[in-house]
Every structure is written in structure tokens, then in C-alpha cells.
């Protein structure tokens, strides 16, 4: 069964980086599009980013839009979400998910629905 390994998250301050990994076993995903989504106590996961299958382009979501970035290495298998200048309300637990189907055009609409692929989440709490 292909699985989507992430890495730790972790916690940081308000203002430092930290990029996140997503690990694709073999070339399971190689033509899948792959993103981003975060789920905060209280809230509704939300979409955060997303690759097409090549690694380009890229969709981000408005509300992080210049401080994350998403992009897709198909030669190692992997997802990264770079995140930099973190603030308290990024808070969250991170999940990678993959997509054979659904057109890049279509994520940032998307909750969850039209993933072939989860990971399992990473915790990521930001302090100030």
C-alpha cells in the first residue's frame, strides 16, 4: 500500500521557519497532484497549498500567500511546505494529501474531498 510518511513538526517561535516533509513511497505519486491542508482547535481544516503532478505550477492559499511555499521533487519523492515569518495563529496540525484526479485549479476549493492519500499529521505550534 503507497503511504505518505511526514515529517515531525515541532514548536517554534513567532517569526522563525520551519518546512515541512511529506515522503511518497517509491514513485506511487509521481503523477499526482500533492498539497497542503491544516486543521486549528476550534476550526475547519483549510486548504494551504498545492503542486501540480511535474512540481508546476503552484496554487497557495490567500492567507498565507508570501510567507509558504509548496513545491514537489518527483526525483525524491517529496512534498515540502516551507513555512517562514510563523505566526501564533498557524498553529495547527499539518496534513499532506495526494490527488490523481482533481485539478490543481480545484484545491484551493477543496476540504478534503477528492484525495487519494493522506498522511497521518504533523503538529506544528507556534508561540509568541
Known amino acids: 500500500q503507497a503511504q505518505l510518511v511526514q515529517s515531525a513538526g515541532g514548536l517554534v517561535q513567532a517569526g522563525d521557519s520551519l518546512t515541512l516533509s511529506c ?37 497557495i492559499a490567500e492567507s498565507v500567500r508570501g510567507r509558504f511555499a509548496v513545491s514537489k521533487d518527483n526525483s525524491k519523492n517529496t512534498l515540502l511546505l516551507q513555512m517562514n515569518n510563523l505566526k501564533p495563529e498557524d498553529t495547527a496540525i499539518y496534513y499532506c494529501a495526494a490527488a490523481l484526479r ?14 487519494d492519500a493522506w498522511g497521518n499529521g504533523t ?4 508561540s509568541s
Request: glycine residues 10%; aromatic residues 12%; charged residues 20%.
Open 123 to 126: 503538529l506544528v505550534t507556534v
Open 102 to 115: 482533481l485539478p490543481l485549479k480545484l484545491w484551493p476549493r477543496s476540504t478534503g474531498a477528492g484525495m
Open 23 to 59: 515522503a511518497s513511497s517509491a514513485r506511487a505519486f509521481r503523477t499526482y497532484s500533492m498539497g497542503w491542508f491544516r486543521q486549528a482547535p476550534g476550526k475547519e481544516r483549510e486548504f494551504i497549498g498545492a503542486s501540480d503532478w511535474s512540481g508546476h505550477p503552484t496554487v
